[in-house]
């Protein structure tokens, strides 16, 4: 455990595991330190809100040991970062310090505790996503040695009935749903050797999230999408599906998944899907936007030097780096 003290005088004490009872506290320190953001950024009158704190134990228990928080001399959470291992792929979000602590030397701090333990872990991946315009996050950044990559664009469809309906994992039966689920690291492993989205599939599954969307040609799994239907934001309705993993082992079925999560997403009540698309995918994001998509917001994806993404293996893998 680490302990510092700012210009400010304020002990930090950390790492500590977070728990689900701090999430309060962590959704104070994540709203207003993102509100901050944006204002600085010139983005005056944007108050960020609060996430569901269903959203929050998602984080918390992906992160599971990664869950770090960072206490002053009160007990109150100073700053956290949410760091997560998905196999050999390791990414930290969201993370944030509060905002009178900022400038101390926490921010460091928290960021190169998140890299020591994915490093620890034997991670060929680390990164993280930020802002394109935050010129001063990105040096920050890169100050400690990520390099800025493509951007991840995020687009949105329109929810549609597809012919037939969707194909979920909810609905197999137990025995099947296990052979999915084998198919499913088997399909990833094979396209990123080392990944694996196990963990993100059955948490989703137990918390009530949302669903894993199956497209298989004949007998043979060739793609899936994990999205959450659950509102991002606390005390909102469910408006957008938002995916956070895709698989597809051949390309050439990319619509056809897309197709199938529209489905998921108009057959659940949601009213648009949300797919946040690396920028090395250029003919993916070529066939979303013909089939009517929409950008609505962009993010930077920086990787640890030596540490960065590599394409797959042939097909395509998105990946969120955000909850």
């Given amino acids: ?49 609060f996430l569901n704190p269903t959203i929050w134990r998602y984080a918390i228990e992906d992160a599971a040991d990664g869950a770090f928080l960072w206490r002053d001399e009160r007990g109150h959470v100073v700053a ?16 944030a310090v509060r905002t009178e602590q900022q400038g101390g030397g926490t921010g460091k701090e928290i960021v190169l505790r998140g890299v020591e333990w ?30 800025p990559g493509h951007l991840t664009i995020t687009t949105t469809l329109d929810a549609a009935f597809a012919e037939t309906p969707a194909t979920l994992l909810s609905r197999l039966s137990p025995v099947a749903r296990a052979d999915a689920l084998a198919e499913c690291r088997a399909v990833l492993d094979q396209l990123c050797p080392g990944y694996d989205y196990t963990r993100e599939i059955e948490l989703s599954a137990d918390l009530g999230l949302g669903d894993t969307v199956l497209l298989h040609d004949r007998d043979r799994l060739v793609g899936y999408a994990l999205a959450h239907t659950a509102p991002l934001v606390e005390g909102r309705s469910r408006e957008e599906l938002r995916v956070l993993k895709l698989v597809c082992a051949d390309e050439s ?20 899907m949300a797919l946040r698309m690396q920028g090395d995918y250029v003919a993916a994001y070529q066939r979303v936007i013909a089939m009517g998509g929409h950008v609505r917001w962009t993010d930077l994806r920086m990787s640890l030097a030596g540490r960065e993404e590599r394409l797959p293996n042939g097909g395509l893998v998105f990946s969120n780096w955000e909850i």
């Fill in 80 to 95: 956290f970062n949410m760091v997560h291992r998905s196999g050999v792929e390791g990414w930290m979000g969201p993370l």
């Fill in 118 to 147: 994915l490093r620890a872990s034997d991670s060929a991946v680390i990164g993280l996503e930020t802002m394109p315009r935050t010129m001063d996050n990105i040096g920050f950044y890169s100050r400690l040695g990520f390099i």
């Fill in 253 to 272: 079925r990319f619509v056809d998944l897309v197709r199938a999560v529209m489905d998921f997403a108009r057959r659940s009540g949601t009213r648009r």
């Fill in 1 to 49: 455990m680490a302990t510092s003290r700012s210009w400010r005088q304020q002990v930090v004490e950390g790492p500590f595991r977070a728990r689900l009872e701090d999430i309060t506290e962590l959704n104070h320190v994540f709203s207003d330190a993102f509100t901050e953001r944006y204002r600085r950024d010139g983005m005056v009158g944007v108050r960020v809100p």
